[in-house]
């Protein structure tokens, strides 16, 4: 319940001398086109696909704007490398450590693997978001360094410094959602499409802060009260 009030923007009061969303999502786009200038991003990369009325669960702030997830952040699917190039380490500087699933997920912040590659076919960057996307679907960690990301993973990176706490929580309140669209016979998952295809309510920077900010407050009175 917290979670849903602090992505519907009910958690903290808004402020009219935030930027509001609209201007921030300007920015993001001037900066993905740069990539693009760059290489880094292709030019698919910049067409946006209207959210619909029907696609809209809650009304959000004025200030806020509804957008695909793929239109604000950096969407990269993990792929598996070369089975031979995968080992067990305790360390290597001339390697990536490897992560395939959520066997090294935390509360929070992703543990280190003993499994190394030198060439993984991706790489998420640090402060990344990683997200399962197959059997179990939308849990959630983030990097604190870059590593190398197998099958069963997707990294999320957000663009014009959106906050990657801000959209951990955001994946945790919109979990279930992301469930109900996996599909398979043995095991469920998502496809690369569903994920970036995900509406997500965008509130002004600022706010962003000040929702992690309280939501940190709160939950660890939860957790304190667990105790």
Known sequence: SILQEAISGRLVPQ???DEPASIL??????EKAQLVKAGKLKKKDLIET???????????PKSWEWVRISDVVDVLMGQSPDGNDVYESSENEDAYEFHQ???CFSERYISKSNKWCKTPS??????SLLVCVRAPIGDVNITQREIGIGRGLASIKGFGNISTIFLFYWMKAHKNNLIDQGTGSTFKAITVEVLKNQPIP???LAEQHRIVEKLEQ????IDNLKL
């Open 15 to 17: 402020d009219p001398n």
């Open 25 to 30: 999502l300007d920015k993001i786009r001037k």
């Open 50 to 60: 209207p959210i619909t009325e029907d696609e809209i669960p809650f009304e959000i």
């Open 202 to 204: 965008l509130p002004p």
């Open 218 to 221: 709160l939950l660890g009175k």
């Open 122 to 127: 991706r790489i998420a960057d640090r402060d």
């Open 101 to 103: 699933g959520k066997i």
